[in-house]
């Protein structure tokens, strides 16, 4: 192996460490037909704004790791911002209110797309890969 064969291949490495920090697998079906288990979705660190109709990547207090659900509900509280979250496959919404620091990161819709959550942008079952290595 030569040095230019290892140096690219550490730039591939590189890209694929970068790229991976602005994504998030889908590991259940409870956000069907929108997205589905082992959809891989793009997400946004910064959010800045929630509105109502988002989809955010969040901590649940109920939940072992963070949930991908849609904004159904925002109330103003003396706290901040209390937010209701539902699995669009889900009868109900999700058992707790989550505050804005439980929010880690907002999935990226298509540049084109009219309305919060309604055009996000997916890569189709590449995240099985992920799902069946961490055994979920």
Known sequence: MDTKEIATYIVII???IILA???NVVVSGSMEPIMYRGDIVIIDK???NIEKGDIVVYNAAWFNQPVIHRVIKIQNSSAGPLYTFKGD???APDPYLVK???I???VVNYP???SPG???VIIPKVGYITIWIRGL
Do not use: V, Y
């Open 14 to 16: 590189l890209i694929g």
């Open 21 to 23: 920090q602005h994504m």
């Open 46 to 48: 910064n959010p800045g």
């Open 89 to 91: 496959n889900n009868p």
């Open 100 to 102: 804005e620091e439980q």
């Open 104 to 106: 880690i990161s907002k």
């Open 112 to 114: 084109w797309s009219n």
């Open 118 to 120: 309604e055009d996000p």
